[in-house]
């Protein structure tokens, strides 16, 4: 996950921060579930289960029940909130188009396909502005059912719609007078270049002629670095590498700045490649443009190899992380399984989230240990990850630890320190692991030989892989169509298998984490059959 640089965050008011709630707790009326706090490091899990219940019916407490209308209400408060903004919300007589995307035409677009369709046929493959995707499928009948998302103590089921992703069939800007952007933010992720390239090729299918690339995230809107010229000749192979072709970094100007600059270069559709503080800056710039009364669109994709983005299946990027990191598993369980006590430990990415170690240690089989940040644990002590550890040598010889790099900062020095998006500089807790692990094992008498992995950049820089390039391929065409379309301020997704757009302020209110009660985190542990380390 990436931040909001200290620049754009002095002139943006962001949501309110939140514990570490389930995906569903951004409604304005505070309706929906605390799923845990894992403050306390001595909390068991069924302790952390308990208070995260306590606090569910805290925050159910206030809907009031008894309203034979609650539920009604409820529903209409969440379509409020996913209400998309539009430009018709800012140009009430805001002007539309008939369409020029049209997959019956395969010739080059010319200007005067700007008016409508050469073809005598009219063309079915556009989305109504209507259609709705199911947010939650699951129906749970107890809050106490394995990863419950309950509002009230009954579970009743709501419905709760968002709009579907896709091309309209009315747009609201003419191709020829449209100057598309495109910026990448953060740090580096697999599949930034593929999402460049389907924007580009879909812009270019519309009709536009004139797309740019900003160099490196936000800064490249400063007066020292000029934009990039792209068309799909430049970006033709551009996603066969890793990396972003645009280049990314931390920080940058202002938003005023920003959108002075979008002023300069007259462009008029944006889209922004990034994680929770990216789309925290897109929000705050399609915000001082309506502010301005600018016909501007902003979209955002949503980047993070951590997968900790609120409301959405996944992002792209972790299924290659996911894959990337087996290489790392199998390398420390080698070098583990051929020694004399051997123990590997592999740190893996996830700030606030364990998304990539649980998944890497699913998909591995390879796995004894996994240490995520959700789920607090002990080294030390008869229920330590140590103790845990000796009792592995003995047993079967070996062991393999895959610990997230959010997990245990506990135990940690903690620092003031911060990188240039606000993020807290966290310490190393591979390397502590490994430390206290050699450290314990020599004070028994029983030395191990313990090998540390840390494949982070090798992970972050390599190209996407199959699965996410066909993530990527469609919420690049999906976020080009939303901005066709006259939405702004929103970002692309997929929810339950299908694509999405949703508000920009119901993604970054805090980061998705995992739900130590899920049923995937189950899998996990019976997958590496490893004990409460509390």
């Given amino acids: ?33 605390v799923i845990h706090t894992l403050k306390s490091k001595t909390l068991s899990r069924t302790r952390v289960l308990t208070r995260a219940s306590s606090e569910i019916k805290s ?126 933010c953060g740090g580096l992720c697999p599949g930034l270049n593929d999402v460049i390239r389907q924007i580009v090729i879909t812009l270019e299918i519309y009709g536009v002629k004139n797309i740019v690339g900003i160099p490196f995230g936000y800064r490249g809107f400063g007066k020292e670095l000029a934009e990039m010229p792209l068309s799909r000749k430049v970006v033709q192979n551009v996603h066969l590498s890793g990396g972003s072709l645009l280049g990314v970094s931390r920080g940058g100007p202002n938003v005023s700045e920003i959108v002075d600059s979008m002023e300069e270069r007259g462009i008029n559709m944006l889209f922004v490649l990034g994680g929770n503080g990216t789309h925290a800056g897109a929000n705050a710039i399609h915000d001082e443009c309506r502010k301005r009364q600018l016909k501007v669109a902003v979209v955002g994709v949503p980047k993070t190899i951590d997968n900790d983005i609120l409301l959405m299946d996944k992002t792209f990027g972790f299924d290659t992380a996911v894959e990337e990191a087996q290489r790392a598993i199998n390398s420390a369980y080698i070098e583990a399984h051929s020694a004399y006590r051997g123990i590997g430990i592999v740190k893996l990415m996830g700030r606030s989230s364990g998304f990539i170690a649980m998944q890497a240690s699913l998909a591995s089989g390879q796995i004894d240990v996994c240490l995520i940040p959700e789920v607090p644990f002990h080294l030390h002590g008869p229920h330590g990850v140590l103790r845990h550890l000796e009792y592995l040598l003995e047993t079967k010889g070996s062991a393999v630890v895959c610990v997230a790099e959010g997990a245990g900062q506990n135990f940690l020095e903690k620092t003031n320190a911060k990188d240039a998006s606000g993020n807290i500089v966290f310490g190393d807790i591979g390397v502590h692991i490994q430390q206290e692990t050699k450290k314990f094992f020599k004070e028994i008498g029983n030395p191990a030989d313990v090998k540390y992995i840390d494949p982070t950049y090798m ?47 119901e993604v970054i209110s805090y980061p998705k984490v995992l739900d130590p009660n899920s049923r995937m985190w189950h899998r996990c542990l019976t997958s590496t059959g490893q004990p409460d380390f509390i």
């Avoid at 709630?21 to 304005?28: K, L």
């Avoid at 008894?66 to 002007?95: M, Q």
């Avoid at 050469?118 to 502005?129: C, F, T, V």
């Fill in 59 to 184: 925050k159910s407490s206030q809907i009031d029940f008894s309203d034979p209308d609650w539920k009604i209400k409820y529903e209409k408060d969440f379509e409020t909130r996913f209400h998309l903004p539009h430009l018709t919300d800012v140009y009430a007589d805001a002007v539309s188009y008939p369409s020029t995307f049209c997959l019956r035409m395969r010739t080059p677009v010319n200007e005067d396909f700007a008016e409508g369709y050469p073809s005598d046929e009219k063309w079915h493959g556009y989305i109504n502005n209507n259609d709705r995707v199911l947010l939650k499928v699951i129906r749970y009948s107890s809050p106490t059912s394995a990863g419950a998302e309950c509002i009230d103590p009954n579970c009743t089921w709501l419905e709760q719609w968002v709009h579907r992703a896709g091309p309209r069939e009315k747009i609201y800007y003419k191709p020829e007078n449209v100057k598309a952007a495109i910026v990448t």
């Fill in 1 to 33: 996950m990436d931040a909001i640089s200290p620049a754009i965050a002095s002139n943006l008011l962001l949501p309110a921060t939140k514990p570490l709630y389930d995906h569903s707790t951004t409604s304005s009326l505070s309706f929906s579930p």
């Fill in 459 to 505: 992970i972050r820089a390599c190209r996407a892989n199959a699965s996410d390039g066909i993530l990527c391929t469609v919420l690049g065409q999906n976020a080009v169509h939303g901005a066709f379309a006259g939405y702004s301020g929103i970002t692309v997704g997929i929810c339950n298998t299908h694509y999405v757009y949703l508000p920009i302020p």
